[in-house]
């Protein structure tokens, strides 16, 4: 009975001691969350300590009175913060890299097999933190813009513009990704100064290491021909 009830109804029934409400409100949006979560932080077990976590100081939260205007977005965002702070702790204390798990439900029943959206997702977790929380949010979870711009707190017109850039970036990395290596590494080999640091081919190099190899090669090269004429004591044109 009680998950017939709207999630405002279910956090005032929360408010007033339910722990059948609260559960109710963990298996409708717990999925959600989790698959937010691990878009986030890339791993199915920091994902399921976030939701745990999150969903914790809800209940907390909710049992000392708080009333979210929206308990929906209410709790994507505390599933946001501490996603971060997971993240800043990650920083502040590196450990050796792990390569990051498998994509989850719903996506990865239609794109595991899939290169192309491998590497979207990918190229997702490398986004600014705003631009990709907006993405996943708003375009892979389907979430409303003013569902989004709650857990950012921000206006709808600023999560238009968040999802604009994310699309955008991701899209000058799948060009970059299929631009032929020799076209780069010509350009690497005739480019002087800013040609050898354009976006197009910086994209390309972080993709590809056999042309960061190459870009390496070019600029270890150029570095020596540069000490040729101290070394020689001399002054010539070059």
């Known amino acids: 009975?009680?998950?017939?009830?709207?999630?405002?109804?279910?956090?005032?029934?929360?408010?007033?001691?339910?722990?059948?409400?609260?559960?109710?409100?963990?298996?409708?949006?717990?999925?959600?969350?989790?698959?937010?979560?691990?878009?986030?932080?890339r791993s199915?077990?920091?994902?399921?300590?976030?939701?745990?976590?999150?969903?914790?100081?809800?209940?907390?939260?909710?049992?000392?009175?708080?009333?979210?205007?929206?308990?929906?977005?209410?709790?994507?965002?505390?599933?946001?913060?501490?996603c971060l702070a997971l993240l800043r702790k990650r920083r502040a204390q590196p450990s050796p890299a792990a390569a990051p798990d498998p994509a989850t439900p719903p996506l990865a029943e239609e794109v595991e097999h899939r290169s192309d959206l491998r590497e979207l997702?990918?190229?997702?977790?490398?986004?600014?933190?705003?631009?990709?929380?907006?993405?996943?949010?708003?375009?892979?979870?389907?979430?409303?813009?003013?569902?989004?711009?709650?857990?950012?707190?921000?206006?709808?017109?600023?999560?238009?513009?968040?999802?604009?850039?994310?699309?955008?970036?991701?899209?000058?990395?799948?060009?970059?990704?299929?631009t032929p290596c020799h076209e780069i590494r010509e350009k690497l080999a005739l480019g002087r100064g800013g040609a050898l640091r354009r976006r197009a081919i910086r994209r390309h190099v972080k993709f590809c290491p056999g042309c960061a190899e190459f870009r390496a090669e070019v600029l270890r090269q150029r570095r020596l021909s540069g000490l040729i004429p101290l070394a020689l004591g001399g002054g010539g044109a070059y």
């Open 44 to 82: 199915n077990h920091d994902a399921e300590e976030v939701v745990q976590q999150a969903f914790t100081a809800a209940y907390a939260d909710l049992a000392r009175g708080e009333r979210p205007a929206a308990p929906k977005p209410w709790l994507y965002g505390i599933a946001r913060h501490r």
């Open 121 to 178: 997702l990918s190229g997702v977790s490398r986004l600014p933190e705003p631009q990709r929380t907006a993405l996943v949010l708003f375009g892979l979870c389907g979430h409303a813009q003013a569902e989004v711009a709650a857990v950012l707190g921000c206006d709808e017109a600023k999560v238009r513009a968040l999802v604009y850039q994310a699309r955008s970036s991701l899209l000058e990395d799948r060009r970059a990704r299929e």
């Open 1 to 41: 009975m009680l998950g017939l009830l709207g999630d405002e109804r279910l956090a005032e029934h929360v408010r007033r001691g339910s722990h059948a409400a609260f559960e109710a409100l963990y298996e409708r949006h717990h999925r959600g969350i989790f698959a937010f979560c691990r878009h986030l932080v």
